[in-house]
């Protein structure tokens, strides 16, 4: 493989032409020059036969002396172009594996992206990222990454595992050759920090894994810092989703009447979300801002909520709080239109069309739908089949033709239950 891979290689065949130029014009030449002289200089003046002899014996040596030289300067290069090529490899892993560490959003991608460069960085059998949720020999680890044969990973877990806690427990690289128990040679690099694990590779035992032994460190290392913000955005995530929490039943309590509302416009953007293509990030954010759409209400006195020019003063008081807070400021302009109309008619900034945020179309369908249809809500409650129409009359004045068209789609398909 390293020799097809030097063989393609333009820098190496420039250096291969250069060694062959560097002989021909350093040995070859030079000593074809010599041998010239001797012939027809030296040799026909010299009586001795044995001097003559020795003078050809010298100048053969030397010749082979020279091309012996430029074989082993040759093998030299290549094995050099090799290393060099393999480290070249490696590097490139290591970087690969940076950039998806960095965009992982959990503890199970980061160790995916951790298994998977072990296995590129080594070309082992299987590679397995493991850690201890607790500190006990009596709990099996867990493995937060697999890469390669499942079935080799799988069967020999338990000699992973010992090696894991060996090199976890030593703070040394641990590597342990073939034996009885496992045919394959497994190799271990610990890591420590808020998460203790180590990365090991499971590999053939005519491939030396201790040649990877400084790659294997560095992406320990990595495995260290990734887990550690992997850590904190699990908690960060998990705070947002009780704030979030807290925040929805304050304003369930708040407006009283409108008990449940957020969360039944969550459940109708969530399907639309889905039906429409947006990613998980995308889908996420509109969820939260589903469920926080009406927040600006929380500074409304509950005796002016009927109040309608004093109600659509929520949206922008809405966006005011959210924009303040580092967590939710993405879904602030959501808030802020998401009582815009798809014609320009809206509030608070009359968009129109495109203009008004994707997210912002859906919540504001979404929450029309639920205000039409829910007893708890300030207005008498329509028929399933009178709001449907509602929207269809709506569609391309009110409503995004789009967003009416999915969620119309959507009801009929009975994905949207809107009992919920």
């Known amino acids: 493989m390293d020799r097809k891979v030097h063989r393609l290689s333009i820098f190496s065949q420039s250096l291969d032409y250069a060694a062959v130029l560097a002989f021909l014009l350093g040995g070859v030449v030079p000593f074809a020059a010599l041998a010239y002289v001797a012939q027809h200089y030296v040799l026909p003046d010299l009586e001795d036969r044995n001097m003559a002899a020795g003078l050809i014996a010298l100048i053969f040596s030397i010749g082979v002396l020279s091309l012996a030289s430029y074989l082993v300067l040759q093998r030299f290069t290549r094995q050099s172009l090799r290393r060099m090529e393999r480290d070249n490899r490696q590097l490139q892993a290591i970087l690969e594996a940076s950039r998806a560490l960095a965009a992982a959003p959990h503890r199970s991608a980061a160790g995916s992206a951790l298994a998977a460069c072990a296995r590129s960085l080594t070309e082992c059998t299987a590679a397995l990222v493991m850690v201890e949720e607790k500190e006990d020999e009596n709990e099996p680890m ?4 697999e890469a390669g044969r499942e079935a080799a990973a799988a069967r020999f877990r338990g000699n992973a595992e010992e090696c894991a806690r060996l090199a976890i427990v030593s703070r040394w690289p641990i590597q342990q050759d073939p034996n009885e128990n496992c045919p394959l040679q497994i190799s271990a690099v610990a890591f420590q920090g808020d998460t203790r694990g180590a990365v090991v590779v499971l590999g053939d035992p005519k491939h030396d894994l201790a040649e990877s032994a400084d790659s294997l460190a560095t992406l320990a290392a990595l495995a260290s810092v990734s887990l550690h913000n992997s850590n904190l955005q699990d908690i960060q995530r998990n705070f947002f989703v009780q704030l979030t929490d807290v925040v929805v039943s304050a304003l369930d309590h708040h407006l009283g009447y409108h ?24 889908r ?12 600006g209400m929380l500074k409304i006195p509950i005796g002016k909520h009927t109040d309608q020019a004093t109600a659509r003063t929520h949206t922008v008081i809405g966006h005011k709080m959210l924009a303040a807070i580092r967590i939710w400021e993405d879904l602030a302009p959501m808030v802020l239109h998401h009582h815009e109309r798809f014609d320009g008619s809206g509030y608070p900034e009359a968009l129109s069309g495109e ?9 504001g369908l979404a929450e029309a739908v639920d205000t039409m249809t829910s007893k708890t809500s300030y207005k008498e409650p329509v028929s399933i089949e009178a709001m449907l129409q509602e929207v269809r009359d709506c569609s391309g004045t009110q409503f995004d033709p789009r967003i009416a068209e999915t969620f119309l789609g959507l009801v009929e398909r009975g994905v949207i239950d809107l009992g919920s």
């Open 355 to 363: 203009q008004i945020p994707l997210e912002a179309r859906i919540i």
């Open 142 to 145: 867990t493995v937060l990454g």
């Open 259 to 282: 008990e449940g509302h957020s969360r039944r416009v969550a459940h109708i953007t969530n399907r639309i979300g889905h039906e429409i293509g947006l990613g998980e990030a995308a």
């Open 284 to 295: 996420e954010r509109l969820h939260f801002a589903s469920l926080l759409h009406d927040i």
